[in-house]
Nanobody, 123 residues
Framework: QVQLVESGGGLVQAGGSLRLSCAAS????????MAWYRQAPGKQRELVAR???????NYAEPVKGRFTISRDNDKNMVYLQMNSLKSEDTAVYSC?????????????????WGQGTQVTVSS
């Protein structure tokens, strides 16, 4: 299987910045869509940003112009640069990656999730 590990979360004051990272490991053949989701207390998980293998991005309306998703295929990494953070951005952020990996010598698709990293923005 493919494992994802996020890092970069923490406590930041409103107006500050954080950069989240997500590292994928395993017998990866190809990475396709990569995305970041978040879940605030008492709310449903929501898509924050998504980046396809072709470079198409889409962002949730509340983060447009403030967050940027990027990827490094050579390192099997996806990033989320978060600027001008607001208290309403406080949530657990999780990465999600789709792609192909080698399972018992055969290519298989995967859709993996990270464990999540807490982002807390103080006002």
């Amino acid at each position: 299987q493919v494992q994802l590990v996020e890092s970069g979360g923490g406590l930041v004051q409103a107006g500050g910045s954080l950069r989240l990272s997500c590292a994928a490991s395993g017998s990866i053949l190809r990475l396709e869509a990569m995305a970041w989701y978040r879940q605030a207390p008492g709310k449903q998980r929501e898509l924050v940003a998504r980046l396809t293998s072709g470079g198409t991005t889409n962002y949730a309306e509340p983060v447009k112009g403030r967050f940027t998703i990027s990827r490094d295929n050579d390192k099997n990494m996806v990033y989320l640069q978060m600027n001008s953070l607001k208290s309403e951005d406080t949530a657990v952020y999780s990465c999600n990656i789709e792609g192909l990996y080698l399972e018992s010598y055969f290519p298989s698709s995967f859709n993996s999730w990270g464990q999540g990293t807490q982002v807390t923005v103080s006002s």
